[in-house]
């Protein structure tokens, strides 16, 4: 969704936006939620996206946002709010990924294939006996980053304090957890129990940041930070951090780049994240050569 023609000083569309143009925008409420909310959130997602790059589990993320289209239509057609029922179904599919991993009954890719084509053809389902789509499931899939509430904030900003407190307070257990979980049992670390507020927050991550940027591109807006940032080969901390800075400059730059050109905004923010990758990959390779 990109920022509409009505915003700024009556003009037809913001395309033609002058300077002081570019400034009022912060006058609007809509915006100062957008970039604070899409700030919020990419901090989430780039040091969640991290872990899951790390432990080689970041289409769980594609996985999981698959699964959340069953839930978020099966809220729309029962009435109950969508993000109940999209948060229950993407806890569920990540439950259902680990038990059929642990099971030994399917490969982490095959489970995650498993519960995406069941979440997702449940919304399908859904859908046609709805009668088709509507305006605001569609907004689900491709983002709606303007339309953030001062209660979508608040829930944004508790879901920081707990993510970066998380982190921060078992951050030794995770990376051990991470880089080796049978090493992490025998140091007799608590690997159940972090492994499952670990997904809980990956759940609500994946729910939350959908409603910046939309189920189609919301793996993309979770791996490339992490991915961009591990071509720096930095320690872990410098890595997080760049990491969210980058997530943060795209946020940024996709909501004003979109203010000025009338294009989605969501589509933006992903370009960006995906032109810093490319931009570092390239670096990187010509500096191994020289």
Aim: proline share 1%; glycine share 10%; with cysteine.
């Amino acid at each position: 969704m990109s920022i509409i023609s009505t915003t700024a000083r009556g003009h037809s569309t913001l395309t033609d936006l002058t300077l002081q143009d570019f400034f009022d925008l912060f006058n609007y409420q809509f915006f100062q939620y957008a970039l604070i909310g899409g700030i919020l959130i990419v901090i989430c997602c780039s040091w969640i996206g991290l872990i899951l790059i790390l432990r080689k589990q970041s289409m769980l993320t594609d996985g999981v946002a698959h699964s959340v289209f069953g839930g978020i239509a099966l809220g729309l057609f029962t009435g109950i709010d969508p993000l109940w029922t999209s948060l229950t179904t993407a806890i569920a599919t990540i439950s259902g990924v680990s038990y059929l991993r642990r099971k030994g009954i399917a490969q982490s890719d095959s489970a995650i294939a498993v519960m995406m084509a069941l979440g997702f053809s449940l919304g399908l389902i859904l859908i046609s006996l709805a009668g088709g789509f509507n305006v605001e499931l569609f907004s689900y899939l491709f983002g709606s980053i303007l339309t953030i509430s001062k209660h979508d904030l608040w829930a944004v900003g508790i879901l920081v304090v707990i993510i970066v407190m998380f982190m921060v307070l078992f951050h030794k257990g995770i990376l051990s957890m991470t880089f080796d979980e049978e090493d992490a049992r025998l140091l007799g670390l608590p690997v159940p129990l972090l492994s499952g507020i670990f997904n809980i927050l990956v759940a609500v991550t994946i729910v939350i940041s959908i409603k910046v940027i939309g189920i189609i591109l919301v793996t993309a807006f979770m791996v490339l930070p992490g991915l961009t940032s591990m071509q720096l080969n930095l320690s872990y901390r410098r890595t997080v951090i760049i990491s969210v800075v980058i997530g943060i400059i795209s946020v940024i730059t996709g909501l004003f780049v979109s203010a000025f050109f009338d294009v989605a905004t969501s589509g933006i923010i992903v370009f960006v994240m995906g032109s810093f990758f490319i931009i570092t990959t390239i670096f990187k390779k010509l500096g191994e050569r020289t």
